[in-house]
């Protein structure tokens, strides 16, 4: 089970992270994609899923990845993301949710630029499969 003191924790902001030609080109590569648009809107999940690794690997926090299965992403623009942009990311735990046993991880990402300014909200919900029981016999 997770634990449920963790909600509303952030956790430190990320080191700045610039938003690169050959970063987005290798991201819309990965998805079959060719690049020339600009920064693809999904281009983020590149840049807030590391954010959370410290949280990911916490033991007290009690996450097993190995039961996760993602569940939604929601991108919440303030403005586009540009080559050359410097970004930090801040990972706050939203919710922890029991359902059926099973749990419902909300976690927002927090994307700011340079200058402080907000660029972008991102939020994961991630389905944490329970644990199997435990063979009695």
């Known amino acids: 089970m997770l634990n449920q003191g963790y909600v509303g924790h952030s956790l430190p902001a ?14 819309c590569e990965a998805l079959g994609q060719s690049g020339g648009q600009g920064v693809p809107a999904t281009f983020l999940i590149s840049v807030t899923l590391p954010a959370a690794d410290a949280l990911i690997n916490d033991p007290e926090f009690g996450l097993d990845f190995s039961r996760v299965l993602h569940r939604e992403q929601k991108f919440t623009y303030r403005r586009p993301l540009k080559i050359g942009d410097v970004v930090t990311c801040t990972v706050t735990v939203e ?20 200058d402080g300014s ?14 199997p029981a435990e063979d009695t016999a």
């Open 14 to 27: 990320t080191d700045p992270v610039e938003i690169t030609v050959d970063a987005v080109a290798a991201f």
């Open 95 to 114: 919710s922890i949710k029991v359902v059926a046993g099973n749990e419902l991880l909300t976690l927002r990402n927090e994307v700011h630029d340079a």
């Open 118 to 131: 907000a660029v972008a909200s991102v939020t994961t919900t991630l389905f944490v499969a329970a644990e």
